[in-house]
């Protein structure tokens, strides 16, 4: 019994120093960007005594980045499959595209203020070598699966090349649009307001004729 | 005359050093990051055995930011100018999307390949105290002025707010967007593709129905 409380405290005590290693290399990032930050900084900045805590817990960068990311995603896509759940078979653009926005923006506006995530995803974003790890972790979640083939199948008459170059435009849309609300240090609007005015536009965007 | 000519071969050696000092300042930017470079990494990188070459030539790193801006600009500004003299009084959205988007997409097509531009605005466009210097130096020129003016008048039953998020997101599509073409090193499209399809779609995007 002490030995299994013993066990279970340490667990604990890991468990603790792994989300203060993951909140404060969040923050790190997304203030100073991945190249700028090394593991032993974040090691530091979080208050350890070993400079090699993040090796220790994470191993690498990427596998740092990576388990931020799936902390988010796994709320993110909880969020998503409530949402998806209401609209499945709807054939209405719209529809869809809240099931993309919304679990993003209601998950930044539960997480409290101030939040990192969208500034920290936008240099994820930005970073051809990281980028893969946020779309591999997003891409692996039925919900968006589903929410992208909703889309795919009310946008079928969409020529390749135009869904996919709107498909690129709603990701640098959601992306840097939500880094950028989430950096006004007096936001003029709630994340809903922001949620429904970019739900608006990217289905207007999404809809648009095709020139030639 | 030979001091004439003396003074004028110092002038021109003088421009050839800061057009190297800009071209380098521009690409090391790019790809590093306004924040991880220095004045003197760029005098070396130029060739320049003075290591305050940049200093001496420019001042500090925003002068540098805002010469680059500038050059740039001035080139994007002309070709507006042409485009605008062909829509004016035009009340259809598109025709002013089309001044907006296509002085900047020719004018990166012009530079050839590659180029570092729109890798440059979107690191200036991701930093809020050097952003500033961007939007300054645009909105100064008349033509983005003018079609800002006639996007305005076709878009004036467009409540403020959604006037100011759609905005932001424009801008948000145009540097990111013109960054992430500029970056592809196996481009699926032109320039004027890639220009077509970004006015195709943020015209729907401006003329998209707001909600609530």
């Known amino acids: 019994m002490v030995t299994e409380v013993g066990r279970r405290s340490r667990s604990d005590q890991s468990g603790g120093t792994r989300q203060l290693i993951l ?7 997304a203030e100073q960007g991945l190249y700028a930050v090394s593991n032993r900084q974040i090691s530091a900045a979080a208050g350890q005594g070993n400079n090699a805590a993040v090796g220790y817990h994470f191993g690498t960068k990427a596998d ?5 990311v799936r902390q988010h995603t796994e709320r993110i896509e909880e969020l998503r499959a409530e949402l998806v759940a209401r609209v499945r078979g709807s054939t209405n653009v719209r529809d869809w595209v809240v ?11 539960r997480l409290g203020d101030p939040t990192w995530y969208a500034r920290f995803g936008a240099q994820v974003a930005a970073d051809p070598a990281f980028r893969d790890i946020m779309a591999e972790e997003s891409l692996a979640t039925p919900a968006l699966r589903e929410v992208l083939d909703g889309l795919g199948r009310c946008l079928a008459d969409l020529p390749t090349h ?3 170059q ?16 989430e950096r006004a240090t007096s936001p003029k609007s709630t994340w ?21």
Request: charged share 20%; aromatic share 2%; with cysteine.
């Open 23 to 29: 909140a404060t290399a969040e923050r790190l990032f």
């Open 99 to 109: 099931c993309l926005v919304c679990p993003v923006t209601t998950h930044l506006d």
């Open 64 to 68: 740092l980045v990576r388990a931020i």
């Open 192 to 212: 809903d307001d922001t949620a429904t005015g970019m739900v608006d536009a990217i289905t207007g965007l999404l809809t648009a004729p095709v020139t030639g």
């Open 166 to 181: 709107r498909g690129e435009m709603i990701r640098l849309l959601m992306v840097h649009g939500c880094a950028e609300r």
């Open 162 to 164: 135009a869904r996919h």
